[in-house]
């Protein structure tokens, strides 16, 4: 298999990032491509919820996937040998999230006429990312059950800016002090309208109710 | 019991942090204090290592912890009930990591008269604390099992300034794919001179280590 492309992104030029992350997500709008982005705490399942939801659901939707790393390409190896799809690696360089205009380099690297449903993988911090927006026309996160159901009381906007948010793990649900009720409630004091779904990635617990989001949302795009 | 102090500290005007940083340790050499700076993902069981830690030490050594988060008072709370040491609070209204002149705002916060040891638990964060030395004699970290072997290939900043690295969580590692071996060899790669100590807070396995620990090094700072 070819090695998969690693685009070194910059940091951007752009004082507003507001306005350009506007722009981005017009110009999304206007070629038919809808972005997700995916953000999460380090070790938290992303890669492993990316694939088992692309191969539910790459015969209904062209998916491409972005996956921003410190340094490494072991995602986006691993995506593309799991799924076959169209998988890149951004290297930020160091930085510690992602903004519009370094987004936007990352799409330059795919081929946006093939695609339908683009998934930004963020670098894992509950934090930084969170005061971003990148264009994306739908923010996701994935909090694991090991982390705790306090979280959304301890990182604020991060839980404020999503309007999905993945509880990955269940399997281990015995294991831990993980209250699910506690953490809707949490969730839903940051953000009212967002929708909580439980998931195992690694048994594909829920991940259909995840593709099911994402099919609509996609649907609702175009 | 008296509420916990709650700090809200203020972004640094410094330009030169690691200057900062400098002056700081040797100030806290002068002191006889001993600085801990306590890094990790969110969710990895800083404050439950640092009660089962604390309750160890308490007898042998004055301690008192800081508590930084974006936040809430959960933690600072917790660590003062469960050990009844000096404990409290640090805001850092939004921002991702500590540094010096930060670090310094919470040390004033301390009766430091009366401290051999104090712990800083920085913001829950495998990214931004790496990148300032906030003035500490030593960083660690807490990894844990369900985030997985790989981190340190990812978080190659973080594993390079940390002395020590505790594995926290290791009462799961049958129900995750985790591999302490290879996370050892990844935490060398990354610094060869890092201990590696595994650990179960919740259980108390192997925090007697982690005491020892600390206590040499609070000898050695003397």
């Known amino acids: 298999m070819d090695p998969v492309k690693i685009i070194e992104i910059k940091k951007s030029v752009f004082e507003d990032n507001d ?20 953000m999460s705490s380090p070790g938290s399942g992303k890669t492993t919820t990316l694939i088992r939801t692309i191969n539910l659901l790459k015969d209904k939707l062209r998916i491409a996937v972005m996956e921003a790393d410190i340094d490494s390409d072991v995602d986006a190896v691993k995506i593309k040998d799991a799924t076959g799809i169209q998988s890149i690696q951004l290297h930020t360089g160091g930085m510690c999230h992602l903004d519009a205009e370094m ?42 059950v090991p982390e705790g159901h306090d979280k959304p009381l301890k990182y604020p906007l991060m839980f404020s800016v999503c309007d999905l948010v993945l ?51 996609v649907n609702s795009w175009k």
């Open 103 to 144: 987004t936007r380099q990352g799409l330059a690297g795919l081929d946006l006429e093939d695609v339908d449903l683009a998934i930004l993988e963020n670098v894992g911090n509950l934090v930084c990312p969170a005061e971003f927006d990148t264009g994306s026309c739908r923010n996701a996160m994935i909090l694991s």
């Open 19 to 38: 306005k350009d992350a506007a722009a981005l997500r017009s110009e999304l709008k206007q070629k038919g491509v809808y972005l997700l982005n995916l």
């Open 167 to 217: 509880v990955n793990k269940i399997d281990v649900m015995p294991y831990f002090d993980f209250d699910l009720e506690k953490c809707k409630e949490y969730v839903h004091l940051r953000n009212p309208r967002a929708e909580v779904i439980p998931i195992c990635a690694k048994t594909g617990e829920g991940v259909d109710a995840f593709a099911d989001w994402l099919l609509r949302e």
